[in-house]
């Protein structure tokens, strides 16, 4: 015959079990049992730790009423969530469909429960309750199987001038106005696609097109873009921004390759024109507005570059001569015709001759006159 002793602190409670079968719960204080013939065998647990962790907790809490008084026990249904209290702290968020076993005596348990199967939106105070006590964490959520890897409320931001597309388990849900938004995510998958909705300026840089006549060109472009219909394109297209550039890009090497380099030069908005033509309606298609295109820069070649300076030099020069010969054609005509004025005009001759007379003074600083003005107009006369 043997009598076994059990002190048990303030924060334990021991299970005793006899032959494997549990008979009673040990409270704190100084046991003393008899074990005749070492039948007895003791688990002790610390109710700190909050959770009544027994593996076959189930089955020892169904089985036997003696361990009922010393376990919070409740039974979450699969569209329920859990709120779970100790002393009026948020210590967790218990999962949809878990059994919870708690030891009733570790503090004030309160245990609130949520309906999520209609509304999976998370209220902005509630939110602001379970990000303060850090329950919005893997680490956090109570559930049988501990290795969770994600957290129970997906928390998603649609920023300013955007529009947010809220998808669940692949289907869209709604439309996001510019904030902050939480949703429980216990069996759902919660996706946001974010589309800004403002007029967007797409660059198509460096893009080397051969024309017509085989000359390579490079050539940068520019659009402007508006999304006109946010689920349209979120339904036709996975990436926006990449359609739009292989779209642009397809047409302006479909209008510059079928063109002439002089056609090019000489309709410089035939690009622009052929490019928008082009591309308006396949964009409209998915919700989006192209608002204008323009060429940028048109790079030709180096030797081609000399070559067209060339040409436009021998063109300038050309132009010159011509305006030069015609200046002198109506120079040489408007002396013709003073002198047959002055021919039939001894007075206008006479003005005349002083006016060059004036011309020559101005140039003179001193000067000696002889047989009068009569003879120094007639020396001017004969030197002219």
């Not at 907790?57 to 779970?84: C, T």
């Not at 001193?366 to 007639?378: E, I, P, Y």
């Amino acid at each position: 015959m043997f009598r076994t002793t059990q002190v048990i602190s303030e924060n334990e409670r021991v299970l005793v079990f006899k032959n494997q079968v549990m008979k009673d719960v040990l409270l704190p204080g100084k046991h003393q049992l008899w074990d005749l013939k070492q039948e007895l065998n003791f688990i002790r647990y610390d109710i700190n730790e909050l959770f009544f962790s027994e593996p076959n907790a189930e089955r020892l809490y169904r089985d036997h009423d003696v361990l009922k008084p010393h376990i919070f026990y409740r039974k979450l249904q699969p569209s329920e969530v859990g709120l779970l209290y100790i002393n009026e702290q948020l210590r967790g968020i218990v999962a949809p469909g878990e059994h919870l076993y708690l030891w009733q005596d570790a503090g004030d348990i309160r245990l609130d429960t949520l309906t999520i199967d209609q509304n999976i939106e998370v209220d902005e105070q509630l939110m602001f309750l379970i990000k303060r006590a850090g329950a919005n964490s893997a680490s956090r959520l109570i559930r049988s199987v501990h290795s969770v890897a994600s957290k129970p409320i997906a928390e998603v931001v649609v920023a300013r001038e955007q529009v947010g597309l809220l998808y669940i388990d692949g289907r869209f849900s709604q439309r996001l106005s510019p904030g902050q938004y939480a949703f429980w995510q216990f069996n759902h998958a919660i996706e946001l696609k974010t589309l800004d909705c403002r007029t967007q300026m797409i660059e198509i840089s460096g893009q080397e097109i051969l024309s017509k006549d085989r000359v390579t060109l490079r050539i940068n472009l520019t659009a402007s873009i508006k999304i006109r219909d946010a689920e349209l394109v979120a339904t036709s297209v996975e990436k926006v921004d990449e359609f739009i550039y292989k779209t642009l890009q397809l047409a302006l090497r479909e209008s510059v390759g079928t063109k002439a380099l002089d056609d090019i030069l000489l309709d410089k908005l035939y690009v622009n024109e052929t490019v928008k033509e082009l591309v308006a309606g396949q964009l409209e298609a998915i919700g989006v507005t192209l608002a204008n295109v323009g060429v940028k820069d048109i790079i030709l070649p180096g030797e081609m570059k000399a070559i067209l300076n060339q040409v436009v030099e021998a063109q300038k020069a050309a132009e010159a001569n011509v305006i030069k010969r015609r200046e002198e054609t109506s120079a040489t005509r408007s002396l013709h015709n003073t002198a047959k004025v002055m021919e039939n005009n001894p007075t206008l001759m006479r003005l005349k001759e002083l006016e060059a007379l004036e011309k020559v003074a101005d140039r003179i600083g001193s000067l000696t006159v002889f047989n009068g003005l009569d003879g120094l107009t007639n020396g001017l006369i004969k030197i002219g």
